[in-house]
């Protein structure tokens, strides 16, 4: 069974720091992995897709990184705002002979910025 | 380009009733999925539409059912409603590559099912 652990569970930080959200998966055998955010009571907000052949995607602040042969990626956010606070989701992507499988999600890591 | 559309945004049902969920997705987008999260379990995959075909199945009893409309529009259907359903159903949107990939998934503000 394919599972996906994000570290850590919870982080607060003061505004303005640089930081690292990880994420990782049991199967490298992936064909994409996508991060998101939730905000309370809402529904997901795409932050990055990255492909299987691709090592990293940038958007503004945000960076993140794949790395299939180990099975992990990290979320880099830089200088980080009272506006990113939010829980970041990690959903990778798996294909089986049968066609592409749905997401499978970490239990996420819920961030804090103080400002 | 208008997002993924959901509704009633919010539903309270008694057990054993049924319940129907509906999503638009985002325009010219033909692969529709819909997931549940919960406190306990997080989210998890229910089942994935293609082409009004159901093409992928999450580990969910035969209470939950789905079905895709000519125009993508998807239809979920939960029989039989347990205090246990209580949940954000959320649906995601895709425009696959080929048949079989997909490509990026863009999710709608969920349906808050509360059951009594």
């Known amino acids: 069974k394919q599972e996906v652990t994000q570290i850590p569970a919870a982080l607060s930080v003061p505004e303005g720091e640089n930081l690292v959200l990880n994420c990782s998966f049991t199967?490298?055998?992936?064909?994409?992995l996508q991060w998101f955010r939730q905000d309370p009571g809402k529904g997901l907000t795409s932050l990055l897709l990255i492909q299987s052949s691709q090592r990293e995607q940038t958007s503004g602040r945000l960076n993140a990184s794949l790395d299939k042969s180990s099975g992990r990626s990290t979320l880099y956010i830089a200088a980080s705002q009272p506006g990113d606070s939010a829980t970041y989701l990690c959903a990778p992507q798996w294909y089986s002979g049968g066609g592409a499988d749905g997401l499978t999600f970490g239990k996420g890591t819920h961030l804090i910025i103080q400002p | 380009k208008a997002g993924v559309t959901q509704t009633p945004r919010y539903l309270i049902k008694t057990r054993g009733q049924q319940v129907t969920l509906s999503c638009s997705p985002i325009s010219g987008h033909r692969s529709v999925s819909w997931y549940q999260q919960t406190p306990g379990q997080g989210l998890q995959f229910l089942f994935e539409?293609?082409?009004?075909?159901?093409?992928n199945k999450g580990n969910f009893p035969g209470r939950f059912s789905g079905r895709q409309f000519s125009n993508s529009r998807s239809e979920m259907n939960v029989s039989t409603l347990e205090l246990g359903d209580s949940a954000l159903y959320l649906c995601?949107?895709?425009?696959?590559?080929?048949?079989?990939?997909?490509?990026?998934?863009?999710f709608g503000p969920g349906t808050r099912l509360t059951v009594l």
């Open positions: 199967d490298s055998a992936i064909y994409n």
């Open positions: 539409y293609f082409s009004e075909t159901q093409r």
């Open positions: 995601a949107s895709s425009a696959r590559i080929t048949g079989e990939l997909y490509n990026e998934q863009f």
